[in-house]
């Protein structure tokens, strides 16, 4: 069965610098990795994926994630925040991908400063 | 993508009471997911929705409290019922695969408020 734990419930980050949310996963198949945003009073929505190739991966706004297998993690980032980055993500994991089941962590919220 | 209309968008419900959620998605899928976001909490998973055949439901979720219809590749129906203040907790559906694009997309999400 897989998990994911992500480090730090609230995150509070300036405008301007480096967001940096962490997830590490556990998994006994390689898995496929993703990361939500939800804004407040909406749903989810999809800001990135990992599936397979290239493990640097590139998503919407700015973020990006990175698959290092050799430390489970799929930690997110963005070199600059901006105060509309305020939500909370969610890392999610599925093992085998596509019909099977996403297990998520348990969010991070991500706070900016002016 | 596959874009999903879930309805309700939000209901206030008494307790006791029954109240039933539809996902309807644009396209054909082969699995659909419901999922339940208690106040301030991660998303947990209700049951998977195959349609033709039982949901499964995970660990803790009953099909007695939590029946569900799959009637055709499109759409899927949770009843939440006998609720009880516990209940009150946001609902979500979600799909698998859409298109080449891979990943899952979820429905805006139901507001439940039991009272």
């Known amino acids: 069965a897989q998990s994911v734990t992500q480090l730090g419930s609230h995150v509070s980050v300036s405008e301007g610098a480096l967001v940096l949310l962490r997830c590490n996963y556990s998994s006994s198949v390689p898995p496929y990795l993703f990361w939500y945003v939800q804004y407040p009073n909406q749903g989810l929505q999809l800001l990135l994926k990992y599936t397979t190739g290239a493990t640097l991966v590139k998503g919407i706004n700015g973020f990006e994630a990175e698959f290092k297998k050799s430390e489970t993690s799929f930690h997110l980032t963005k070199p600059s925040a901006h105060m509309s980055d305020a939500a909370e993500y969610f890392c999610?994991?599925?093992?085998?991908?596509?019909?099977?089941?996403?297990?998520f962590g348990t969010g991070t919220r991500l706070t900016i400063i002016p | 993508s596959a874009v999903i209309s879930q309805k309700p968008s939000r209901d206030i419900c008494q307790r006791g009471t029954s109240l039933t959620i539809q996902c309807q998605v644009d396209s054909q899928v082969t699995m659909m997911f419901w999922y339940r976001q208690q106040p301030g909490q991660s998303l947990t998973l209700i049951a998977t929705a195959n349609q033709g055949s039982e949901a499964t439901y995970e660990s803790g979720f009953v099909i007695d409290k939590f029946p569900i219809s799959r009637p055709n590749l499109t759409f899927s129906t949770l009843t939440v019922s006998n609720m009880s203040p516990e209940d009150s907790s946001i609902y979500l559906c979600?799909?698998?695969?859409?298109?080449?694009?891979?990943?899952?997309?979820f429905g805006s999400g139901t507001r439940l408020t039991v009272v």
């Open positions: 979600s799909v698998d695969r859409t298109g080449d694009n891979y990943g899952y997309t």
């Open positions: 999610a994991v599925s093992d085998l991908g596509g019909n099977e089941k996403l297990t």
